[in-house]
């Protein structure tokens, strides 16, 4: 089994969908929790960190269940810039040894 | 101000070659990640530097692959006798160093595509 696993995609929704990305991680003693964005032949970059408690920042929502060890990205309202891959990635070592998911794809269309 | 560099952008070498990937960190960013990202794929860990020392290198595949950063800023990523699956984008990150329960935002330089023929 690996480590992070996600959604396969692609994922092709309307503009001003609400969309949502499912990742699993298989190690419990992981510390810390984020979600990047990476567009088209470019370097990710961070979107958000993942809190215990939830978070929103935005469109966008994030939730831990460290019980099941499952993350979600919600995406609310979705726009044609919302068009990229969403890689989950979980910090096993505190501050080091960072493992990302495959990624899922997000394709928005006008 | 400027961001994490890489260099080249892009290299392509003969297999069995000796390459070297350049990275240059954000300024004052202690903590340095090498990643590999194959097409379809996330960026699979590599090596973490703190300051000059490698304090995680459990990524690297085998021992063709070295890495340094003599003065804790610029790193090379070394890859000796290179082979055809070695072909993939080689991303560098940077970040401050984690402390007092904050792990900081790990910065990533645009990459270098390695092509192995």
């Known amino acids: 089994r690996k480590e992070v696993e996600q959604d396969p995609g692609p994922f092709n929704v309307p503009e001003g969908a609400t969309v949502a990305f499912n990742c699993t991680y298989s190690?419990?003693?992981?510390?810390?929790f984020f979600w990047y964005r990476q567009d088209c032949r470019k370097e990710p970059k961070l979107l958000m960190s993942v809190y215990s408690s939830g978070n929103e920042d935005g469109r966008f929502t994030a939730q831990l269940n460290r019980a099941s060890q499952y993350i979600s990205l919600l995406i609310r309202d979705s726009k044609l810039s919302d068009s990229a891959t969403y890689l989950c990635v979980v910090n096993l070592y505190y501050g080091q040894n960072f493992v990302f998911g495959p990624g899922t794809r997000l394709s928005v269309l006008p | 101000g400027a961001g994490v560099s890489q260099t080249p952008s892009n290299k392509v070498t003969e297999k069995g070659k000796y390459v070297e990937l350049r990275c240059d960190p954000i300024s004052g960013h202690t903590a340095l990640y090498w990643y590999r990202q194959s097409l379809g794929q996330g960026p699979e860990f590599l090596i973490y530097f703190q300051g000059t020392g490698a304090a995680d290198d459990s990524g690297l595949p085998n021992d063709r692959f070295f890495a340094v950063r003599p003065e804790g800023s610029v790193s090379t990523l070394k890859i000796q006798r290179t082979e055809r699956g070695d072909s993939a984008v080689y991303l560098c990150a940077s970040s401050l160093l984690t402390t007092s329960g904050r792990i900081h935002e790990q910065y990533f330089g645009p990459g270098t595509r390695l092509t192995v023929t």
């Open positions: 190690n419990s003693a992981s510390q810390s």
